[in-house]
């Protein structure tokens, strides 16, 4: 049998260093994002209150932005969406928590996504939200009903023209794009 060539000894042992560091990345990735998450206020993991300033970020209490809070059902959808409150002011950089309101009319299980549009359009890259009833799907129960939530800010950098935003969001049925994942209910409020 002929010996192993130093410089393939070499190569195997990188190979097996890269296939260690590998594995243990992939296993921290989780506890890292968990950790992320917690430290920044993403996903629903608790950073500071709400009214409290944005990670990394002052409040401009020299300004203030009204918020408008719209609905709209797709089609025939039967269901009850509103928001809870019609509009909030809020100071650049201020964190906020809204909740909206969500009824299953439809005499049936469904599940239903919230697609949001942000006007005027300059507004929509300052508006940042946190966690959202519309980052996934939602799974209803008939009749059930649900204080859905929202927690955003306004980044600072917004225009100082921009006194007032609209934050709407479309309500369809996705029964038929249903994602193979666990339906979102955290945070959320069952009535």
Excluded at 100 to 128: H, Y
Excluded at 152 to 159: E, N, R
Excluded at 167 to 185: A, C, N, R
Aim: aromatic letters at 12%; hydrophobic letters at 40%.
């Amino acid at each position: 049998m002929k010996p192993i060539p130093k410089s393939h000894k070499r190569l195997t042992l990188l190979l097996v260093c890269g296939v260690i560091f590998m594995f243990c990345f992939c296993y921290m990735l989780v506890p890292l994002y968990q950790w992320v998450c917690k430290q920044e206020g993403i996903n629903g993991k608790s950073a500071n209150s709400a009214g409290s300033a944005a990670p990394g970020m002052q409040i401009d209490y020299s300004r203030t932005i009204k918020i408008t809070f719209t609905t709209t059902l797709h089609h025939d959808l039967k269901f009850k969406f509103l928001p809870l409150q019609q509009h909030i002011d809020i100071h650049p950089g201020e964190r906020k928590l809204i909740y909206f309101l969500a009824e299953n009319q439809s005499g049936k299980e469904i599940t239903v996504q919230a697609v949001p549009s942000i006007t005027p359009a300059d507004a929509a890259r300052f508006l940042k939200k946190t966690e959202c009833f519309c980052f996934t799907q939602q799974y209803f129960l008939k009749n059930e009903k649900a204080d859905m939530p929202v927690y955003f800010f306004i980044d600072p950098a917004v225009s100082r023209d921009i006194k007032e935003v609209t934050l709407s969001y479309t309500l369809f049925d996705v029964g038929e794009f249903i994602k193979k994942q666990k339906h979102f209910t955290q945070g959320r409020i069952d009535l």
